[in-house]
C-alpha cells in the first residue's frame, strides 16, 4: 500500500495567514492526489483533486501543487472557518489510502 | 445533484456484523463512471478506504487487504443503493463510517454521506 504522511500534524495560525500543509508519498502517485477538509458532524467536503484542479464551490483561497512523491496544499489567506483537519488522499492505486490528517486550528 | 443518504444503526455488540445502507440519488449505482465507497474515520486510524463496488458490464469489488476476511461491499440495483457489511467486530471497529462517490475519469471522492458513528459494545 501507498502510505502518505502528512505534516505538521497540527497548527495554529491567524486569520490573514499563508497556511501550507504537504504530503509526501512512499513512491510516486504522478498526479492523483486529492485534498479534504473534515469538520466535526459534517460530511468530509473535497478541496482539490489531481494535485491542483479546485473542486467547484471552494473558495479560491485554496491551491495544491506538487508531482510525483511530493505535494502542498495552501490556504492564501485562512478564514475564520478553515478551522478543520485537512487530509491528503492518493488515487494512483489501490487501495486508495489517506494522510494521517493536519488539523488547523485559528489563532 | 446527487445525495448520498446513509443508514443503519450506531450500536453494535462484539463478534457480531455492521451492516449499514448507502442509498443514491442523482447517480445510478449502474453508472460506468463510478465506484461505490466506504471510508470510516476514527482518533486512533484517521481516515480508512474499506473497499468498493464498481460496475464496468460486469460487478467488480475490491476491499482493504486488512479486513479483506470480514467485509462485503453489495449493490442493490432495484433500490439503488450498496450496503457494507463488516463481520465479526470488535471494539477496534468504532468508527464513523462514510459512504461515497468516485469517480472513474478524476479519481475524487465528490459526493459524501454524512457519516454514522458505529460503537461496538456490548
Known amino acids: 500500500d501507498i502510505q502518505l504522511t502528512q505534516s505538521p500534524s497540527s497548527l495554529s495560525a491567524s486569520v490573514g495567514d499563508r497556511v501550507t500543509v504537504t504530503c509526501r508519498a512512499s513512491q510516486t502517485i504522478t498526479k492523483y492526489l486529492s485534498w479534504y477538509q473534515l469538520k466535526p458532524g459534517k460530511a468530509p467536503k473535497l478541496l482539490i483533486y489531481t494535485v491542483s484542479n479546485l473542486q467547484s464551490g471552494v473558495p479560491s483561497r485554496f491551491s495544491g501543487s506538487g508531482s510525483g512523491t511530493d505535494f502542498t496544499l495552501t490556504i492564501s489567506s485562512l478564514q475564520p472557518e478553515d478551522s478543520a483537519t485537512y487530509y491528503c488522499q492518493q488515487s494512483f492505486s489501490a487501495p486508495r489510502t489517506f494522510g494521517q490528517g493536519t488539523k488547523l486550528e485559528i489563532k | 445533484q446527487v445525495q448520498l443518504k446513509q443508514s443503519g444503526p450506531g450500536l453494535v455488540k462484539p463478534s457480531q456484523t455492521l451492516s449499514l445502507t448507502c442509498a443514491i440519488s442523482g447517480d445510478s449505482i449502474s453508472s460506468n463512471t463510478a465506484a461505490w465507497t466506504w471510508i470510516r474515520q476514527s482518533p486512533s486510524r484517521g481516515l480508512e478506504w474499506l473497499g468498493r463496488?464498481?460496475?464496468?458490464?460486469?460487478?467488480?469489488?475490491d476491499y482493504a487487504a486488512s479486513l479483506r476476511s470480514r467485509i462485503t461491499i453489495n449493490p442493490d440495483t432495484s433500490k439503488n443503493q450498496f450496503s457494507l457489511q463488516l463481520n465479526s467486530v470488535t471494539p477496534e471497529d468504532t468508527a464513523v463510517y462514510y459512504c461515497a462517490r468516485e469517480l472513474t475519469a478524476t479519481t475524487k471522492f465528490d459526493y459524501w454521506g454524512l457519516g454514522t458513528l458505529v460503537t461496538v459494545s456490548s
Open positions: 463496488t464498481y460496475y464496468r458490464t460486469t460487478w467488480y469489488d
